[in-house]
């Protein structure tokens, strides 16, 4: 499952990729991460989450609130993700790493999947 997981997301060619979204809904369950691809969005979907970590550099400044930015002024850049499947007692996660500096982003969740639109 895990290396099925890696290619699908090796194959999505974020590198250097804009990031028009980052969602977090339902209390942290749902996740969903957008970003373009030439002109079509990719849609990282991460549901049933168990833990999700959210870091902005604060060295990075913030001169126009996020809310307010033109998509060609987003500063968010898809740069690595890494997958690894983790065990907490009795239950298997995945676990997922994504720098798009200056936010480094960690998911924790059960599904994951990817769709274009």
Not at 32 to 48: A, M, Q, S
Not at 49 to 59: A, E, G, I
Request: charged fraction near 30%.
């Amino acid at each position: 499952m895990i290396d099925e997981i890696k290619k699908e997301i090796e194959d999505s060619y974020y590198w250097d990729a804009r990031v028009k979204a980052l969602d977090c809904k339902y209390w942290g369950d749902e996740v969903t991460l957008v970003f373009d691809d030439d002109g079509t969005d990719t849609i990282y979907r991460f549901t049933e989450c168990y833990r999700v970590d959210m870091k902005h550099d604060p060295q990075y400044p913030k001169n126009i609130a996020s809310k307010n930015l033109l998509p060609a002024q987003v500063p968010y850049f898809l740069q690595d993700v890494e997958v690894e499947e983790i065990d907490i007692g009795e239950n298997k996660f995945l676990q997922f790493r994504i720098n798009m500096y200056p936010i480094d982003l960690l998911v924790m969740c059960k599904e994951f999947s990817i769709s274009s639109q």
